[in-house]
Every structure is written in structure tokens, then in C-alpha cells.
């Protein structure tokens, strides 16, 4: 059974940084799909960065393209989020999920992480 935890969040201030890291067990990511989606108060979860582990292929919510990158880590069976030049509106509640299916949209998923808050102050 594959399960995932998150880790890395936290308050930075306006224009900051922060990575966080999506470590796997139970199983290998390879024939996944993961994702990083998120969840602010009072919104709905939103897909924000998905990898394709077979190909390799990376999709970016609008919001985040050119501030925020995917990556991963085979040998860790770990995947990053790095997330630069953050803004208040950032701020969430981040998740890991797994999938099989491109699609990086939460009912596409099955598998999920716990979360971890992430809070940009202005």
C-alpha cells in the first residue's frame, strides 16, 4: 500500500522561499502519476504541479508557472516542490497525491499525503 508524507512547510515572508518533499513508502513511484495540489481556507483543493514518473512530463498550474518546479528523486522515492518567489495568496494547505491518470486534477488521484500548511505573510 502505497503511502505518502509531506513535509517542508512553513511561514515565509512575501517573495520567499520554500521546498517541500513528498518522501513515498510502500511502494515505487514509477508507474505513478504525483502531484502536488492545494487547499486554502474556504476554496476548493486545486491541482498546482503534476509529474509523470514514466515520462517525465510536468504540468504547472497557471498561478504558480516560472515561481514553482517539480522534481523528483528516484533514489529517495521523493518528490520536491520547490516554490520561489511565494506570494500571500499561496498560502495553504499543500498535499501529495498519487495517480495513474495525467490529468492533474484531485478526483484523479487515489492516494494522499496528510498536508502541510504552508503561510506567506505580506
Known amino acids: 500500500q502505497l503511502q505518502l508524507v509531506e513535509s517542508g512547510g512553513g511561514l515565509v515572508q512575501n517573495g520567499g522561499s520554500l521546498r517541500l518533499s513528498c518522501v513515498a513508502s510502500?511502494?515505487?513511484?514509477?508507474?505513478?502519476?504525483i502531484g502536488w495540489f492545494r487547499q486554502g481556507p474556504g476554496k476548493e483543493r486545486e491541482g498546482v504541479a503534476c509529474l509523470s514518473m514514466s515520462y517525465g512530463i510536468k504540468t504547472y498550474a497557471d498561478s504558480v508557472k516560472g515561481r514553482f518546479t517539480i522534481s523528483r528523486d528516484n533514489a529517495k522515492n521523493t518528490v520536491y516542490l520547490q516554490m520561489n518567489s511565494l506570494k500571500p495568496e499561496d498560502t495553504s494547505v499543500y498535499y501529495c497525491?498519487?495517480?495513474?491518470?495525467?490529468?492533474?486534477?484531485?478526483?484523479?488521484?487515489?492516494?494522499w499525503g496528510q498536508g502541510t500548511q504552508v503561510t506567506v505573510s505580506s
Open positions: 497525491a498519487a495517480g495513474i491518470f495525467r490529468l492533474c486534477e484531485p478526483k484523479m488521484f487515489t492516494q
Open positions: 510502500g511502494s515505487t513511484l514509477d508507474s505513478y502519476v
